[in-house]
């Protein structure tokens, strides 16, 4: 994930799901740095302390891979300037955390008109390419609704994961608790009434009464 509470925002509930079901869950973080934010600043220290705090409450394993080179390792201090990161040391990165897992699934987030989501997208893609020495079974792309908005390839979902009003409960518990910096007023996206409101709209088009959406490739 390009930034930390991103796969918080987009999966919390099927990650929730995976991690009471027996499934090793490996975390990337390709970058995190101190930001002046609208609405308050946070230090890359504090971004970093919630992720391993939200990595340790899903059982998982936070991964921290370099480039062949040891040009870079990951998550590094790019945070929103990932344009400025050789791409081909960033697809080395993720290609060795691959290769250390082997994972059955990938979650990536999808591309947006935030240029880290597509920058981190595309590196994904590039490193699970049908040439490299390992693919996973199945890649499901992420959303997040702050940048999502119907202009690319991918933004009308294909899989949804359904939740119980009790699922999501925890997912935004989790969220509140892992990353209280990140917590906005209730008319943004990422209040709580704006991520309830976006998993009713996921559950309308599933047919069911929360969901999380993915483009499963």
């Known amino acids: 994930e390009p930034h930390s509470d991103d796969s918080a925002i987009a999966a919390g509930g099927y990650l929730h799901y995976c991690s009471k079901n027996n499934c090793e869950l490996y975390f990337v973080l390709v970058s995190a740095s101190s930001l002046e934010l609208r609405h308050k600043f946070v230090s890359r220290e504090e971004r ?11 059982n ?6 370099s480039s062949k080179n040891q040009k870079i390792t990951l998550p590094i201090d790019n945070e929103s300037s990932l344009d400025t990161v050789p791409k081909a040391d960033l697809v080395n990165a993720i290609e060795e955390s691959i290769l250390k897992i082997l994972p059955d699934e990938i979650l990536v987030m999808g591309p947006s008109f935030h240029h880290d989501h597509t920058i981190v997208y595309e590196a ?47 997912k935004f518990k989790k969220f509140k608790e892992c990353f209280p910096s ?20 996921r559950g309308m088009e599933a047919r069911s009464e929360y969901a999380e959406a993915f483009f499963c490739l």
């Not at 970093?48 to 899903?58: A, R």
């Not at 998982?60 to 891979?65: A, E, S, V």
Request: proline fraction near 6%; charge should be positive.
């Open 124 to 170: 994904v893609k590039a490193a699970t390419r049908p040439t490299f020495s390992f693919c996973p079974k199945t890649i499901l792309v992420m959303e997040n609704p702050t940048y999502i908005h119907r202009w690319n390839e991918i933004s009308s979902p294909n899989n949804y994961f359904i939740l119980s009003e009790k699922e999501l409960d925890i």
């Open 48 to 58: 970093l302390k919630e992720y391993q705090n939200y990595v340790d409450s899903l």
């Open 182 to 201: 990140q917590i906005r007023g209730e008319s943004n996206y990422l209040s709580e009434k704006g991520i309830r409101k976006w998993a009713q709209y």
């Open 60 to 65: 998982g394993i936070f991964l921290k891979p």
